[in-house]
């Protein structure tokens, strides 16, 4: 997503949050999986805001169903973390620094989801 927008009351632009994790209201993904999503990149000291400026789109509350064990989560990653907004050139070292950021989330929840049964129920 852009690093910044509009403000809703007008006045110029703000800067975004570094992450973004859309699921509408904390409907569309188990808790525990939202707040290890939260948790992880906190620790990695990025900022986060949930559902802002994206709450999730069609395929989030198309398929965020965890009643039936279906977890949707869209996670907006600020463009500045990686890419170089005015000339569009990736910023390699960054860019291979939130990489590894997210491959650790990604094991994070794969264990998570390993080791509890419970997801396939809610």
Do not use: C
């Amino acid at each position: 997503m852009p690093s910044a927008g509009r403000r809703p009351s007008g006045g110029g632009e703000v800067r975004r949050a570094d992450i973004v994790p859309g699921t509408r209201g904390r409907s569309t993904a188990d808790g525990r999986i939202i707040d290890l999503i939260d948790s992880h990149f906190r620790e990695a000291g990025l900022s986060i805001k949930h559902d802002d400026p994206y709450r999730g789109g069609w395929t989030t509350s198309s398929y965020g169903a965890p009643k039936r064990g279906q977890h949707a989560v869209q996670i907006e990653i600020n463009r500045a973390l990686y890419v170089d907004e005015r000339t569009s050139e990736i910023k390699t070292h960054d860019f291979v620094q939130l990489q590894a950021v997210l491959n650790q989330l990604l094991g994070k929840l794969g264990n998570l989801l390993t080791d509890s049964a419970q997801f396939a129920t809610g």
